[in-house]
């Protein structure tokens, strides 16, 4: 039965899972639903239409520093667009990565140049230049003295960028913030990270070993579950839909592909083949432009 005002939930959207997260969840979850009355199940559709019966679109935004953009980039839109129905996806290299101080990245042009090889052949999947240098942030609240305070100047904020493609969407589109496990784990540190999930919808690529409650308490701290309702979930693997008052995280599994910029610039370094983790095109790039030799 449907709980009164639920503020968090689990649901799932295809068939297999849900069987799965109905054997394994309600019980638990019922009980903590009747101690507060919070916690609900539920389940979701793929929108296509809003509530007036206007057509909307799936919008998928993935950042980040793509240094180089790489296979695990591409698996990761890939799926998030098959599952949710994705009509485009924006791939946004960050000019500034505000979580990546300790290196010098790839000159911002180079990044974005690899980016358009990468996403050529998909039509769904547009480079983005909306954390180019240059590009004016939307400042956010309190953004003033938060460089200062933050340490990151001139850094690109997630919540700038979010709030500055939702300015060129139609209302009724539905944006997701496309992330990966390990980036997601590091959340709760973003700026504004509260917010950011008030703006849109998560899909996390989740990966073998990280748990519900992995991902439940990897949330900024005021829409973190609290400990007795996520402990029961710490051997649940990170699947299904969670959803929460102020956060809706999609989970997609088996996603995750053993590559990482990291292991490409190393890669280039020992003068291994980048085939394996670069499109062709990328690859080619790279050897042109010098990139990555130290
Ligand atoms: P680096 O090794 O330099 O830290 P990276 O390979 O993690 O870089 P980023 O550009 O920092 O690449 O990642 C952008 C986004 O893609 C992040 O959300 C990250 O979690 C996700 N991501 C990175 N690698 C993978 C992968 N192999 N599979 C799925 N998602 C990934």
Redesign the pocket.
Known sequence: MKKKNPVCSLRNCSRPLRFKILKTFPAKFAKDSAKDAKYDLARCSRLRTDNYGRPTMNIGL?G????PI?H??L??ARAAKERFDLGRIYFVPANVPPHKQSRAVTPYFHRYAMVVLATMGEKAFVPSVLEAPGVVATPTAGAKGRAAKDGVSGANYSIDTVRRLKESLKKSDRLFFL??M??FSEIAHWHQAEALFRECEFIV?SRPGYSLADVANALPEKIRPPQSVSQPFAKQPATGDLVLSGATIHLLEN???P????AIREAVVAKKPLRKFVDASVEEYIKKEGLYLG
Do not use: K, N, P, R
Request: aromatic share 4%; proline share 0%; net charge negative.
């Open positions: 993935l980040g520093t793509f240094d790489h695990g980039h698996a990761l992330i990966g390990d980036a690529a996603v995750h592909q590559v990482s910029a990291t």
